[in-house]
């Protein structure tokens, strides 16, 4: 009996350790703050092709509507639970909204750095694609948000549980902020190519539009970022998007149905896809096409 309370003491005292190194860890680095180089300012114009051309951005290519919603009023991204609570911000004027908080020059900094006002990082922004950005593009999207109709929903602030805390000490890339370089911006940010139906200009909209965040940096497919979210598919050539045709890739981004029938599923942002132009879905065909085959278990 001695031995079996010494040995339950023990555990019980590992446990207590590692939650201890668990909430430390976690809150060293979501207190982090991080210094953002100055640049020169954005030209946003809020003429009417600035506007449209944000609105485009904002739903079809960076996909902000699906996680702040249609109206941008934003949303309780994960309900409250061992992973915590995670909202997706009121990125309106209206009440619960930050956009009359934010200048232009710190919603650029929120947009391409994943950092807030206060110098701290966003959670699950997906910073790391939208900071290969172009200039005229970021000013886009701002002259855009600058014109939406103010929602007033006020949400609860986001605040990580035990199994979010967990994730962030043990590496998830919660906090895109962690892993950008905030001194120097992306040398692929100063030469964005023109729009296009082209090979450059669908790598720069699988760059910017949140593909190798789901699917990996060589887009051979990745395990899911939280619990419960599946992996995502291998879309180079050596996966079974590789045996598609550019008529089965377009008709697969407009009705979210495979070749085979099957259904994609929701985790896969094909409603956003289906927004983009017949070029540009395209210009992404091409640009699919030329990049390395990689094997991997991943499935389309």
């Known amino acids: ?38 640049v020169s300012p954005l030209n946003v114009t809020k003429d009417p092709a600035q506007i449209a051309r944000g609105e485009h951005l904002a739903t079809a290519v960076a996909k902000c509507t699906d996680c702040h919603t249609a109206d941008l009023g ?61 200039d005229a593009d970021v000013a886009a999207i701002i002259a855009y948000l600058r014109t939406i ?21 043990f590496g998830a890339p919660l906090i895109p902020a962690a892993r950008i370089d905030h001194g120097k911006p992306p040398a692929s940010r100063a ?13 720069y909209l699988v760059s910017v539009g949140g593909c190798r965040g789901c699917h990996g940096p060589d887009l051979a497919g990745a395990p899911g970022h939280a619990p419960g979210e599946p992996a995502s598919a291998n879309i ?19 009705t979210g149905t495979r070749p085979d029938g099957s259904k994609l599923l929701d985790f896969m942002p094909w409603r ?11 210009a992404i065909w091409l640009y699919l096409k030329t990049v390395p085959p990689v094997q991997s278990a991943a499935r389309s």
């Not at 929903?153 to 805390?165: A, M, Q």
């Not at 030469?191 to 790598?203: H, K, N």
């Not at 956003?272 to 395209?282: F, K, P």
């Open 191 to 203: 030469s964005v190519p023109p729009v296009g139906p082209t090979r450059e200009y669908g790598e």
């Open 1 to 38: 009996m001695k031995w079996i309370k010494r040995i339950a003491l023990g555990l019980v005292a590992v446990i207590v350790l590692l939650v201890a190194v668990v909430f430390g860890v976690s809150e060293s680095r979501m207190r982090r703050t991080y210094d953002v180089a100055t």
């Open 236 to 254: 180079t050539p050596a996966g079974p998007m590789g045996r598609w045709s550019e008529a089965d890739f377009t008709r697969v981004l407009r």
């Open 74 to 134: 934003g949303k309780v991204f994960i309900e409250p639970g061992p992973m915590g609570t995670v909202s997706a911000s009121n990125l309106t004027a209206g009440k619960g909204g930050i956009l009359a908080r934010y200048t232009d020059a710190q919603l650029e900094t929120a947009i391409r750095h994943g950092v807030r006002t206060d110098g701290r990082g966003l959670v699950i922004m997906p910073s790391d694609e939208y900071q290969y950005l172009g």
């Open 149 to 169: 109709p103010p929602v007033d929903r006020e949400l609860p602030k986001t605040k990580l549980g035990p199994i979010g805390r967990g994730l962030v000490t």
């Open 272 to 282: 956003s896809m289906a927004r983009h132009t017949d070029d540009e879905l395209h």
